[in-house]
């Protein structure tokens, strides 16, 4: 079966991946501030087949849970 080579997390539930404008909602940040950590490599993304970003829910929350600290 073909796997497509951008999608790196199989094993989440659409549920527990947000699309990049929820995830900056969630954030306080704009969706250029994502975007840019992504490529820092401060928060990861999984893409969808189609190219989108995908944020797994329990890293934003522990980026939260961080940033509060």
Wanted: net charge positive.
């Amino acid at each position: 079966m073909y796997s497509h080579p951008m999608t790196t997390d199989t094993h989440k539930s659409a549920a527990d991946l947000l699309p990049i404008g929820e995830t900056a909602r969630l954030l306080g940040v704009s969706v250029g501030t994502v975007r840019r950590w992504e490529r820092e490599g401060k928060i990861s993304a999984t893409r969808t087949l189609g190219g989108q970003r995908r944020f797994v829910r329990d890293d934003i929350t522990k980026i939260k849970t961080e940033a509060a600290a």
